[in-house]
């Protein structure tokens, strides 16, 4: 069965900090996996994503995320954070074989500080 | 991506009443799923719709509890019955792109507050 783990439910960063927010999947097979953004009183919307190929995957807003399959990890990390960056963000794993449903981690919200 | 938008964006009810949500898509699309995101939670998936069939629940969820309707591919409810203060939560719908690896995306969710 899957499952996701994010460390630490809540991250605090100053402005122009990296952003390190951490996941970490149990699934039996190759996952596809997805980072999520969610802002205050909005849906989610998609970051990036893992399915095949380059581990090492970059998203939107200057984010990327490196799949380690060793590590079974699939951490998020900014360079520089921005104030416009807090918000919550939720990693997630699906697999073909349970039909590509998305189980999510419990979210981590990220604060910048300035 | 598709846009996805959902009616109502929030509503307070009173427990043991009912409430349906709406979702509309602007483009077709074959997979739609309903989730729920209580307060301060993540987002559990309660069922996954599909055009032409019936919808398929989650373990912990059932049809009478949130019956949910497919008519088309571009449109699905979900109904929220008998409603309690457990129900307060967010109720997100996705649809996903399709192919292999079907990422989803999202709408922008119905606030729920049940009193």
């Known amino acids: 069965a899957q499952s996701v783990t994010q460390l630490g439910s809540h991250v605090s960063v100053s402005e122009g900090a990296l952003v390190l927010l951490r996941c970490n999947y149990s699934?039996?097979?190759?996952?596809?996996l997805f980072w999520y953004v969610q802002y205050p009183n909005q849906g989610l919307q998609l970051l990036l994503k893992?399915?095949?190929?380059?581990?090492l995957v970059k998203g939107i807003n200057g984010f990327e995320a490196e799949f380690k399959k060793s590590e079974t990890s699939f951490h998020l990390t900014k360079p520089s954070a921005h104030m416009s960056d807090a918000a919550e963000y939720f990693c997630a794993v699906s697999e073909r074989e349970y039909g590509n449903k998305l189980v999510f981690g419990a979210g981590t919200i990220l604060r910048v500080k300035s | 991506s598709a846009v996805i938008s959902q009616k109502p964006s929030r509503d307070i009810c009173q427990r043991g009443t009912s409430l349906t949500i709406q979702c509309q898509v602007d483009s077709q699309v074959t997979m739609m799923f309903w989730y729920r995101q209580q307060p301060g939670q993540s987002l559990t998936l309660i069922a996954t719709a599909n055009q032409g069939s019936e919808a398929t629940y989650e373990s912990g969820f059932v049809i009478d509890k949130f019956p949910i309707s497919r008519p088309n591919l571009t449109f699905s409810t979900l109904t929220v019955s008998n409603m309690s203060p457990e129900d307060s939560s967010i109720y997100l719908c996705s649809v996903g792109s399709g192919g292999a690896y079907n990422e989803q995306f999202f709408g922008p969710g119905t606030r729920l507050t049940v009193l």
């Open positions: 699934s039996s097979v190759p996952p596809y």
């Open positions: 893992y399915t095949t190929g380059a581990t």
